[in-house]
């Protein structure tokens, strides 16, 4: 079986409990257009990878799309959410607009994909959970980076051309795009209720 070896940044930028307190979403439109490193990319599919999973079924997969490639699922997107009897959003329409622009800004595009094991043993939720916390250990790395993080999803990800586009069979399914690059805003700050007010001790 072939083993996955980590790489150790020994230049990270904060510990991780600074990383889990500063995190935040960042649009992709407030993201710059600036080019972002692939090895910086690859470091955050790393940390994604050793998020857990029950019985090792590792069932996170992600498909990276820089340049024209985010524009092609853009239009995929794009006639996913067409109105009856049309093939796609037609030019000049706001959503179509909007959505160009969130997906060209980013220099980075990630398919967030879920691909459940058939085994029994294994519930959907539970491979469900395991691909999120892939998820989230991506948007720590990409914190600790310094770079821009976004998880979107809803209906735009779900329909049957975005999962075509991606070459997609049942059971996998697209959970959301995860929009990576440098910040153009300064980051936002965050507030959450104290942690004691949602813990039960006994």
């Known amino acids: 079986m072939d083993v996955t070896t980590p790489v150790i940044d020994h230049g990270a930028r904060m510990d991780i409990f ?3 307190r500063l995190r935040r979403s960042i649009k992709p439109e ?4 600036d080019p972002v490193d692939r090895g910086l990319i690859e470091q955050l599919l790393e940390a994604a990878n050793w998020a857990p999973s029950h019985g090792q079924t590792e069932p996170w997969r992600f498909v990276v799309m820089s340049g024209d ?3 092609e699922l853009a239009e995929a997107v794009c006639r996913d959410l067409a109105d009856p009897g049309q093939p796609t959003l037609p030019a000049g329409d ?6 160009m622009e969130k997906f ?4 980075y595009v990630i398919a967030i994909v879920v691909a459940p094991s058939t085994n029994p043993k294994i519930f959907e939720h539970e491979e469900l959970a395991s691909t999120a916390m892939a998820v989230q250990n991506m948007h720590l790395a990409a914190r600790a980076l310094g770079l821009a993080g976004f998880w979107s999803s809803g209906k735009k990800t779900f329909g049957p051309e975005v999962a075509q586009h991606l070459e997609l069979e049942a ?6 795009f995860f929009f990576v690059g440098w910040p153009g805003v ?3 700050e965050g507030t959450r209720r104290p942690a004691g007010d949602k813990v039960t001790w006994r």
Do not use: D
């Open 69 to 71: 490639a985010r524009l």
């Open 18 to 20: 600074e990383a889990i």
């Open 94 to 99: 706001p959503r179509r607009e909007k959505l």
């Open 104 to 107: 060209r800004t980013p220099p």
């Open 30 to 33: 407030r993201m710059k257009t």
């Open 186 to 188: 300064p980051w936002p």
């Open 171 to 176: 059971p996998a399914r697209c959970l959301g």
